[in-house]
């Protein structure tokens, strides 16, 4: 008996399944109907993942992991097809992804990959300029980091800002009650 086709979009996800920010990413992604492969060096504590995302280790740890995983990487994609490469950190794991080549890619940066990375060497100022470069989008948490990835790549074409923070109007203050003599009742101020 074979198995029944996929129907529901596959995204990847490429980033350290250690942190807590890319588990949040897996929960969201996989509660809204995507079918969510996260592909990781750093998996050993990967725990709080939903059981229906698919945790594939890479074959290789440390910094050469980032480059050596790369053809690892590009076999899986080829293989599992996703409509989405969603790399997360665009230094280590954004020369993993500019190395597999794999299209269409969206690049998210973090803070200190565009912020203290390049300032290490021209070499690292150059690669990293190259692994947002070969994103076909690049997402910042903050304006600040925006304003970053621009110095870096100014001809980059498509670069959002997507703030971590509170969903303000899930979290809004009851409007306030009041009881049958008109005076306000006990709970929350607007």
Known sequence: MTAAPH???HVALLGPANSVHL???AWAL???GWRVSLLSQHWRDALALPPEVALVPLPHQGQSGYLRNAGPLRRWLQAQRPQLLH???ASGYGSTAMLAGWQPALLSVWGSDVQEFPQRSPLHRWLLRRNLLA???VTSTSQAMAVQVR???PELQALSVVPFGVELQAFAAPAPTHTP???RAPGPSP
Request: proline share 5%; hydrophobic share 35%.
């Open 135 to 137: 994103a076909r989008a």
């Open 87 to 89: 790399t997360h950190y």
């Open 30 to 32: 996989q509660a809204r």
């Open 7 to 9: 129907t529901a979009p």
């Open 23 to 25: 588990q949040r990413w």
């Open 181 to 183: 003599d008109g005076t």
């Open 151 to 153: 110095e870096l790549a």
